[in-house]
């Protein structure tokens, strides 16, 4: 092969390689890692694109060249130079795809194996999904359920995941891992957060007509933060003054997602606004107190005009205990009887 033929191959795969790594380069593709285990990822997916990019490059270079410079004349209807084949680059070209696809086995592997590796000192998160909404809860903390993904940041946490009804999926995209919560079975997600932030957590499963407003958000907080976050939750929820606990429960089950309700500081319009129970109350022709708890536990017994049925989880009558009840319905019925 002559030299200029050579330096022209070359500069066609540097502009073709250089073309597809600015494309991979330019556009934010995934979203910067917020998890060590994202991280891992992150270093597999571009160790990945790079060695497909340099295939690429040699594919492009032979390719372009080829076309440029064996480009049959018009009239040329001659058959080509018959080829035999080429013992040396058949041997080249089956063992080096064979060392760069077994190391892209071996370092995911790894990059697996050490992602749902939990720490020593783990942290356990329970995880309960349901249309169309997460509640998470702290083993750790007696149960005490959020309706925010909170996490302290550089601890292990094993996230595990239940579903009271269908099929959803457990996705923050900063975390970089996606599971599946499947009824009947307990499955499990590992995470280890190294950025502080607030992150979405999105269902990644179609569930239902709710599914795409089934979304949280996860805050990764300092460690004294989070801490700090527990032990006021913990007291709230204990709390003997009922609105302070009411006030817990409506935070901690998301409430505030759907509805509008002024002491909470909520404007939701997904479901009926709160500040009006005296009013639906009236209208279904029961007292407020027995009206509202029975909204709470049997969503379905009563559907005020406007509003879907079966939107509202019709499970906080096993999630939540009598005293929890009790306190969000004192809150709710506030000073409006
Ligand atoms: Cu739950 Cu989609």
Redesign the pocket.
Known sequence: MRRGSIASLVGIGVVAGGIAAAVALVFPWLPKPASREAGRIDFEFWFVVTICIVIFAIVAAAILYSIWRFRAAPDDDSDGPPIHGHTKLEIVWTIIPTILVTSIGITSAIVLARDDKTGKNYMQVDVT?Q??EWSFSYPSAHGLTSATLMLPKGRSVLLVLHSRDVI?SFWVPEFGQKEDTVPGLRTTLHITPDRLGTFPVI?T???GLG?AT?RTTAVVMTPAAFNKWLKGQSKAVASPNTATAGKAVFTNNGCGACHTFAPAGTTAKIGPDLDKLAAYAQQAHQPLDAFVRTSIVSPNAYIQPGYPKNVMPQTFGTSLSKQQLDALVTYLVGGKK
């Open positions: 999904a249309q169309f959803h269902c499963e179609l569930c599914h089934m």
